[in-house]
């Protein structure tokens, strides 16, 4: 019974899903990073706005408003780079859903995952985000399920699994 085949998804990579992903992933894992970097930008802007309303000199303000401002930006647009890098690449990966783990194939390879050992899943927009652990995560594109299997899969996934679901 465990090893009865519940739910296959077959997703076909796109930039819009890796667009997506990175986006996804980046703002997962630099939650600390992002709250530091702003709260120093913010920090780095009334210094500049210090030092020039008290005439200390305009490098230094220009300086401090600078580096403020490229704090401020530079995380949130961070997985603009390894997108850029990867977005041409096309695959296709087969989910296999069972009662206690499922697998993974891309490209000839298969991956197994059990989902107690699973970090979290997060459903946002037309994607759903298996963190298998920090550095390893599958996407699976709802749009290419039928009827209500999307629904039905999330229902599944929820009972095995720390579920998020973002707007």
Sequence with gaps: MADE???????????????EFFRMYYKENLKTMRIITTISGIVLIILAAFIFANDLGPVWAFLSAWIGAVLLVYPRNAFRKP???IKGNI?????DFFEDYMTEKCA????KYSYSDMDK??????YIYLFH?????????KT???????????????????????K
């Design 121 to 126: 899943i997060i459903e946002k927009g037309q």
């Design 144 to 166: 290419d399920m039928k009827d209500d299997g999307a629904k039905s899969l999330a229902k599944f996934l929820k009972s095995k699994a720390k579920y998020i679901v973002k």
């Design 108 to 111: 000839g390879q298969k991956e």
């Design 83 to 85: 997108y850029r890098q």
């Design 91 to 95: 695959a296709e990966t087969k989910f």
């Design 5 to 19: 085949r519940l739910y296959t998804v077959t997703t076909k990579t796109n930039p819009m899903l890796y667009k």
């Design 133 to 141: 652990d920090k550095n390893s995560v599958s996407v699976i594109d």
